[in-house]
Each structure stands twice: as C-alpha cells, then as structure tokens.
C-alpha cells in the first residue's frame, strides 16, 4: 500500500488516472449525491478522453430516485455486470473496503485500485490512496485533482460536483474557507444550484410525514452520556418505511440533531429486510459558536466497526433496541 503524502496527492492521482486503459468506478452501498456525484463525474471525464468507463454500486439494487436527474448515469451499470478482473478501479468516497459491499472483491482482481476520498478514519485500502479530511466532499477533491490534470469542469460535470458538495455540506451549513468560491464556480457553468438542492435535499413524499411522526415518538435522551455531553436517540424499524425512499429514513438525523439538550444525535434505522440489522448514525457538535470540541464520532463508530468523520459517523450492528443503546452508551463513554 502506499500512503501518498498531501503535497503529492493530487499528482499521484493524476498519474493514475492520465495512464489508465479503462476505469471501474466503484461508489459505497446505500449511495449518496456525494459518492455517486463522485463517480459520475469522473465517469463523464474518462470518457470525453475516450477511456472506457463503468460506475456501479453493489447495493440497493436501484439508484435513489432524487439522484436520477445527475448527468453521466448511462455509464451506471450493475454490479454483476461489473467484471472480477479490471484495469484500474477508483472507489469514491469510501472510507474502508466494507464500504464497497458485494463489489469489494473486485479490489483483488484490479491492476491499480485508487482510493479518492475525504473520511478521516479512512483505512487506505488502496494500491494509491488520495485521502484529504479537511475536504468538504469527495467531489470536492475530485475538483481539485481535475485541476491538477487540466481537464476542464463543464455544466455536466459541475452539476455532479455540486451534488455532492451541498450535500455532504448540509446545504452549506458546514462551510469552510473555498467552499463558497468552489460552488461559485461550479454555479458559473449554468447549473441551477436551486433546483439541485431542492431535488436532493427538499422533496420528500407526503409519506414522510407520517414515518417522522412515528419515528420522533420513539425519541429518547441520556443527559448523562459521553460524560455528560448528552446522547439523544431514535429508532426507525422495518414497519416505519412501508411507502418512503431511503431519502426520507436519511433526513431524519437532520431533525434528530437539532436537539438543543444533546451534543451527540444518533439515529437507528433497521434494515428493511432483516430484522434486527440496523445502520446507525451518529452526529455530534461543538458546545458553541468558534470552539472545536465536540465528540469525536468517528472514534465511537470505529470502535463499533464502522467509521466516518469527526462529526457525522455510522457504524453497521445486530441486536434488540436496548442492546444497541448499551452498546452505544459504553462505546461513549469510552471514548468521551
Ligand atoms: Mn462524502
């Protein structure tokens, strides 16, 4: 494995992808507008340069419908379609292999396997890893290893780009310095910034109200957890989801998380057709406006076996309700 420094980074990147015969792009399962945004426009680069290009996921079987309207999607395939043996596979967005569900096997059966992503507990599982945690959004480091290859960032591109920016940046409410010049940009081309952000973000069906209604009556809070930062919890079950999109179960931790009496929100969503599987989201924040001090989510979620960054994590388990809230406060409390 080779752990490229950052100044270096963009260049081995470049090299990578400037030399590559033919590329599989590999987005995480349960896709977001980050990893498929990701995916699809590095897609849509390969193949303006005439380099053959794939993009697949390995599960759900169906790409979110809010995602649908993102440019490049005829270069999607499905993951059985998706060879064991490839040239050079670039995953996105993925913090570890597991993020790559069924298709992480494809890793062994690839000549080069880049990894571009922007999570901090990321595990460089990659034979080149271009791995920046102050990036706001995978896209947004895509943007700047486009810049580095001097391939130009068009409207297709840039509508891609900005799906995963204002995503993965809560609509621009977790900005840092760049962050605004880069949308400026990508706005520049004639992308409707809007229209993207209502589509991936602000529609919901009217079944989502009755799913919050259900799910915010379950809500708990533990003042005493993480050492006293507070742990405010809900849980999503199986029944919860009849008539909404994963869209809908993704938007609930945004709610979840504005509880003023918990620093650390976290959300249990059981697996649709397992009982008792669940994916679990954690969020946590500063105490106040200019500190930098909260919970360290990713740190909870490793222990739990999943991963993340230092504010926004998740982590994969089993169990009934009351053992994944025992298993979560212990996880706290070591880590508070
Ligand atoms: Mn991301």
């Known amino acids: 494995m080779t752990a490229v420094t950052p100044a270096a980074d963009l260049a081995a ?11 599989t792009v590999l ?35 169906d790409l979110p419908v809010s995602m649908r309207s993102l440019p490049g999607t005829e270069h999607l395939v499905r993951p059985e379609q998706v060879p064991t043996e490839v040239d050079v596979l670039v995953a996105v967005d993925c913090g570890s292999a597991g993020r790559l569900g069924a298709l992480a096997d494809r890793i062994d059966g ?23 945690p102050t990036a706001e959004s995978t896209t947004a480091l895509l943007a700047r290893i486009l810049d580095a290859w001097g391939e130009p960032i068009d409207y297709d591109i840039a509508f891609c780009l900005f799906a995963g920016l204002v995503t993965d940046t809560g609509s621009f409410k977790w900005a840092g310095p760049g962050t605004h010049r880069l949308a400026e940009r990508l706005l520049a081309t004639g992308i409707d910034g809007a229209g993207i952000t209502r589509t991936l973000m602000d529609t919901h069906p009217f079944g989502w109200l009755g799913m919050l209604s259900r799910v915010l009556d379950t809500a708990r809070i533990e003042p005493s957890a993480a050492g006293g930062e507070g742990l ?10 009849d008539g909404v999109r994963s869209e809908e179960v993704e938007s609930v931790i945004d709610v979840i998380r504005t509880t003023a009496e918990a620093a650390i929100a976290v959300v249990f969503k059981e697996s649709r057709t397992t009982a008792e599987l669940w994916t679990v989201s954690l ?34 388990t089993t169990g009934t309700p009351a053992q994944l809230v025992t298993s979560l406060l212990a996880a706290l409390d070591s880590a508070a």
């Open 13 to 23: 990147a470049v090299q990578v992808l400037d030399t590559a015969r033919s590329v």
């Open 27 to 61: 987005c995480h399962v349960q896709p977001d507008a980050d990893t498929i945004g990701s995916g699809l426009a590095l897609a849509q680069v390969l193949h303006r340069r005439g380099v053959p290009v794939r993009v697949s996921f390995a599960a759900p079987a």
């Open 110 to 132: 690839a000549t080069t396997t880049l990894v571009l992503d922007h999570h901090r507990s990321n595990t460089c599982f990659g034979s080149v890893n271009v791995v920046d």
């Open 232 to 241: 405010v919890y809900v849980f999503v079950r199986r029944e919860d989801m």
């Open 283 to 316: 969020r946590s924040r500063a105490s106040g406006i200019g500190a930098d001090d909260g919970v360290d989510v990713a740190r909870v979620a490793t222990v739990l076996g999943g991963g993340g960054h230092r504010y926004a994590a998740g982590y994969t």
